[in-house]
């Protein structure tokens, strides 16, 4: 066993126990133990338990995005105060400078990808364990936590005719070889699609405008073309069932940053200015982003309105004493 393979043993593990657990719960309800659409409904259950799994990851990561998008302009002045100074002393103090900065703030730029790093492992364990499905059959062995009778029924499982453990490089030959690359190429869109989409609505809603005019806004446009071509490219030699999964959780992540947007959006960015005013059109009081709290002058506001009546106040009558 090489040293990637022992890295990725107890990964390979995880991910098949969590398939093999949804195909028996699916089969126990009445759905075919070889069907392509219960092994294709158990990797959509392993995409839900490790997303659910990351969503405290993901809320850092919202954090991280927000205090690095309001650092920017501190980061600007920083990178002018050293500007043109390349010796050593001064890129070493300029280092220190930010990070303390980032400490201060409790941010740093490497939380932003912490939920795609941790899925990682789990996305080359998917990939290992369908890509070595066939050999595992030709050997009378299981794979993971897979038995040898699950990876034969894998190995013969499709949907629309298509293997879920076949690639499009390598379809099988035959009618299976075209409907494997039709297959392939509509998830291989998807999968692009759905990662472009997410990154693009990041950029144009949930963005203050000093983010927009930061160094750090020109590597996310980069980033922005850069990874769904990378990921559409490699998807050529992606299995069917990987690419289920990738569009799967590109799919999670759209949602879940649709639902941040609209209902946490960083300070000072357009998706801000339109919860503002749908709060305003309600006749809610302002939020605090940041905190999820009612600003005070929100909260003093709307006590002032609820304690005293429109229009002139009235004015206590003093009750008249009785004459001794």
Same mark, same amino acid.
């Given at each position: 066993?090489?040293?990637?393979?022992?890295?990725?043993?107890?990964?390979?593990?995880?991910?098949?126990?969590?398939?093999?657990?949804?195909?028996?719960?699916?089969?126990?309800?009445?759905?075919?133990?070889?069907?392509?659409?219960?092994?294709?409904?158990?990797?959509?259950g392993?995409?839900?338990?490790i997303?659910?799994?990351? $969503?405290? %990851?993901? +809320?850092?990561? @919202?954090?991280?995005?927000?205090? /690095?998008?309001?650092? #920017?302009?501190?980061?600007? &002045?920083?990178?002018?105060?050293?500007k043109?100074?390349?010796?050593?002393l001064?890129?070493?103090?300029?280092?220190?400078?930010?990070?303390?900065?980032?400490?201060?703030?409790?941010?740093?730029?490497?939380?932003?990808?912490?939920?795609?790093?941790?899925?990682?492992?789990?996305?080359?364990?998917?990939?290992?364990?369908?890509?070595?499905?066939?050999?595992?059959?030709?050997?009378?062995?299981?794979?993971?936590?897979?038995?040898?009778?699950?990876?034969?029924?894998?190995?013969d499982?499709?949907?629309?005719?298509?293997?879920l453990?076949?690639?499009?490089?390598?379809?099988?030959?035959?009618?299976?070889? $075209?409907? %494997?690359? +039709?297959?392939? @190429?509509?998830?291989?869109?998807? /999968?692009?699609?759905? #990662?472009?989409?997410?990154? &693009?609505?990041?950029?144009a809603?949930?963005?203050?405008?000093?983010?927009?005019?930061?160094?750090?806004?020109?590597?996310?446009?980069?980033?922005?073309?850069?990874?769904?071509?990378?990921?559409?490219?490699?998807?050529?030699?992606?299995?069917?069932?990987?690419?289920?999964?990738?569009?799967?959780?590109?799919?999670?992540?759209?949602?879940?940053?649709?639902?941040?947007?609209?209902?946490?959006?960083?300070?000072?960015?357009?998706?801000?200015?339109?919860?503002?005013?749908?709060?305003?059109?309600?006749?809610?009081?302002?939020?605090?982003?940041?905190?999820?709290?009612?600003?005070?002058?929100?909260?003093?506001?709307?006590?002032?309105?609820?304690?005293?009546?429109?229009?002139?106040?009235?004015?206590?009558?003093?009750?008249?004493?009785? &004459?001794?």
């Amino acid at each position: 066993m090489d040293f990637f393979e022992t890295i990725m043993f107890p990964f390979k593990w995880l991910v098949s126990i969590i398939m093999v657990g949804f195909h028996e719960g699916l089969t126990a309800i009445g759905l075919p133990e070889a069907s392509g659409w219960t092994w294709t409904l158990s990797i959509i259950g392993l995409v839900l338990v490790i997303r659910a799994a990351l $969503i405290p %990851v993901f +809320v850092k990561q @919202i954090k991280a995005q927000r205090g /690095m998008q309001l650092l #920017q302009p501190d980061l600007k &002045k920083l990178q002018d105060k050293y500007k043109g100074k390349t010796d050593q002393l001064s890129r070493q103090a300029m280092a220190q400078e930010q990070m303390a900065m980032y400490k201060k703030h409790g941010t740093n730029p490497f939380s932003a990808c912490l939920p795609m790093l941790i899925q990682m492992p789990f996305f080359f364990a998917l990939f290992t364990v369908l890509s070595g499905i066939s050999g595992a059959r030709d050997k009378g062995e299981g794979i993971g936590a897979m038995s040898h009778d699950q990876v034969v029924q894998f190995d013969d499982s499709t949907i629309f005719g298509a293997p879920l453990n076949a690639t499009l490089l390598h379809g099988g030959g035959g009618e299976n070889q $075209i409907t %494997v690359a +039709v297959l392939s @190429i509509l998830m291989i869109l998807a /999968m692009t699609a759905s #990662q472009f989409i997410t990154q &693009k609505q990041i950029m144009a809603k949930n963005m203050s405008e000093e983010a927009m005019a930061s160094p750090f806004m020109r590597q996310q446009k980069m980033m922005l073309y850069i990874l769904p071509i990378v990921f559409g490219v490699g998807g050529i030699n992606f299995p069917i069932g990987v690419l289920i999964y990738w569009t799967t959780t590109n799919l999670w992540t759209m949602g879940q940053q649709f639902f941040v947007i609209r209902r946490m959006p960083t300070p000072g960015s357009p998706a801000a200015k339109a919860l503002a005013e749908r709060r305003a059109a309600k006749g809610l009081p302002a939020l605090s982003i940041l905190s999820g709290k009612k600003d005070d002058d929100a909260d003093a506001a709307a006590a002032a309105a609820v304690a005293e009546p429109k229009g002139q106040r009235v004015q206590p009558q003093r009750k008249n004493r009785k &004459k001794k």
